[in-house]
């Protein structure tokens, strides 16, 4: 939004005569609580679900009682706040997250930062630290039991997918898409081939449970409806757009590709370019290079049918292929139904709920996607294999959007995938995200620490000893582990003694690179601290002054 447009919404939600359950305001005139924070989102995108509204806002700068706008000076460092959405992302459910985070001036001059919140997905509650927040007028507190089943029995209220079209026919479908409908059922169902053969169209789409007795579904549409069919579903729409990035990221092509799906999911199989890939596996011990498809053609077509397969439609948004040098990019809206990837990996079973559960069934029944528990895990095992990274899911932002990378990136971590064949496909994400450096939940390190995969504490965990001696990193893992405290404070002893008083700035030079090199700036001259504050306290050395240009020495 421009600053204008920004403007026109606060004095809107300033004419407000109170705060409402989908508007906050806060002064936040210097710091505002990282936990408070989370629980406004998780109350807001509740209410906001709720009352069917698009979003709902946070707003820091306006007094809460006379909407006086004061100016706030949280985060005036633009990273620092944008960071935020992965926090938030990191600690709800399914990666929720703010849709934009706005700061600009207010025409008073005064700094106003505007949260914008999309609503909890239907059917999911958002819950924040594995808490929901609701509200109840200006007030912030739990989500009571009947709001948490109103947003939960969304599920079941409607699949937008199974709807029938009044006044579509079978003359809005088109028949070379229903003709290979028919191949690909027949193919999936071989003892029924002859009996399908002898099906009449209306018949078949019935049996496939593509129509409805006859009635046209939005399924239908999308899967087997011609081009200009497409008005039927509207405001809703059906369109695969393909694009191509080159290394600046500047977009070099495009298609867009409209129903029937059936025959758009080829034609963007055939615009991705899936070259050769050469490089030698470490698996196998040979000196001659392995030469593969960039990507395992499976990996593709279950990425792009699980995006047609899961999009929220009423969210009247495409679904995205962006190809790069080196990777793909499916992207679809929607929140991803079964919370997080790890209970994908760990229970191996098809969700119990689908957000399109009859268009979910006709694709199954054509064999052009796999159950989600089956396919997915399919796409990391083949992913695996390759010694390729595993496929990435960003579930944050009400859309699902999963990287499939098509190269070894790091040879010592595709090292791992080889040298560990006892490792589950959970260990192997969890594993992939610390060396991404990716945040883990708690209990996604208790697990890694329970198998012995990871040291250090949380957020700054690393690969353990057994697992970097394995792949070439033992430099690497005695840099993240450091000199123990008590070497630390040998060695500060005896440079004191050596030269008989360091200034603190030459305390911290000659500590510095002792320290784990995970800890941040600000972590090292803290723990710094802390040990000359140990020492002193036992009557070992004192200080004669303050600042970095202190004296210290041995007493």
Request: net charge neutral; charged share 30%.
């Amino acid at each position: 939004m421009t600053v204008g447009e920004l403007i026109n919404v606060l004095d809107s939600l300033l004419a407000l005569p109170a705060e409402t359950e989908v508007v906050e305001f806060k002064k936040a005139e210097n710091q505002f609580d990282d936990r408070d924070l989370g629980k406004y989102f998780s109350a807001l995108s509740n209410e906001a679900n709720l009352k069917g509204r698009p979003c709902a806002w946070l707003v820091f700068g306006v007094e809460n009682e006379s909407h006086s706008v004061v100016g706030s000076n949280y985060k005036t460092f633009r990273p620092s706040l944008d960071a935020m959405k992965k926090k938030i992302a990191d600690q709800t459910t399914g990666r929720h997250t703010f849709a934009e985070i706005y700061e600009f001036r207010y025409t008073n001059n005064k700094r106003v930062i505007m949260f914008e919140i999309p609503p909890a997905p239907r059917g999911i509650p958002v819950a924040y630290q594995n808490h929901y927040y609701g509200r109840e007028g200006e007030s912030l507190q739990g989500l009571s039991i009947d709001k948490i089943e109103r947003i939960r029995s969304q599920a079941v209220w409607r699949d937008w997918s199974a709807e029938t079209i009044d006044g579509a026919s079978l003359a809005d479908l088109d028949p070379a898409a229903i003709a290979k409908a028919r191949k690909l059922y027949a193919a999936a169902h071989v003892e029924k081939a002859a009996e399908v053969a002898s099906w009449d169209d209306a018949t078949f789409l019935n049996k496939a449970k593509i129509t409805i007795k006859g009635r046209i579904t939005n399924a239908a549409v999308v899967l087997l409806g011609k081009e200009e069919s497409e008005h039927l579903i509207s405001p809703s729409v059906a369109k695969i757009k393909w694009i191509l990035r080159g290394r600046d990221n500047v977009e070099r092509d495009y298609m867009i590709a409209s129903c029937p799906f059936i025959f758009a999911v080829d034609r963007i199989y055939e615009r991705i370019r899936n070259l050769k890939y050469r490089y030698i596996n470490p698996d196998h011990k040979t000196l001659f290079p392995e030469e593969i498809d960039t990507y395992e053609p499976y990996v593709i077509r279950e990425a792009l049918n699980n995006a047609i397969a899961h999009q929220d439609y009423t969210l009247c948004g495409q679904i995205n292929v962006v190809e790069y040098d080196d990777k793909l990019v499916f992207s679809n809206r929607g929140a991803f139904i079964p919370g997080n990837i790890e209970r994908v990996l760990v229970n191996d079973a098809p969700e119990e709920i689908y957000r399109n559960q009859f268009l979910v069934t006709a694709m199954v029944g054509l064999k052009m996607v796999d159950t989600i528990g089956s396919g997915i895990r399919k796409m990391y095992n083949f992913q695996r294999q390759r010694l390729f990274p595993l496929p990435d899911y960003d579930l944050s932002g009400n859309r699902v959007e999963v990287t499939i990378t098509g190269k070894i990136i790091d040879m010592n971590y595709a090292n791992i995938l080889a040298g560990n064949p006892d490792l589950n496909l959970l260990d192997i994400e969890l594993l992939n995200r610390v060396q991404l450096g990716r945040a883990l939940t708690d209990g996604e390190i208790a697990h890694l620490r329970a198998k012995r995969l990871i040291e250090g504490r949380k957020p700054k965990v690393y690969v353990s000893k057994h697992i970097a001696q394995k792949v070439g990193r033992r430099i690497e893992y005695s840099g993240h582990k450091g000199l123990l405290n008590k070497s630390c404070e040998e060695f500060l002893l005896g440079a004191l003694r050596d030269h008989g008083t360091l200034s603190r700035k030459e305390i911290d030079e000659l500590l510095w690179k002792l320290l784990p090199d995970l800890l941040d700036e600000k972590q090292k001259k803290s723990k710094i601290t802390n040990l000359l504050t140990k020492l002193r306290s036992q009557g070992k050395i004192k200080n004669e002054s303050q600042g970095p240009n202190s004296d210290w020495h041995i007493i």
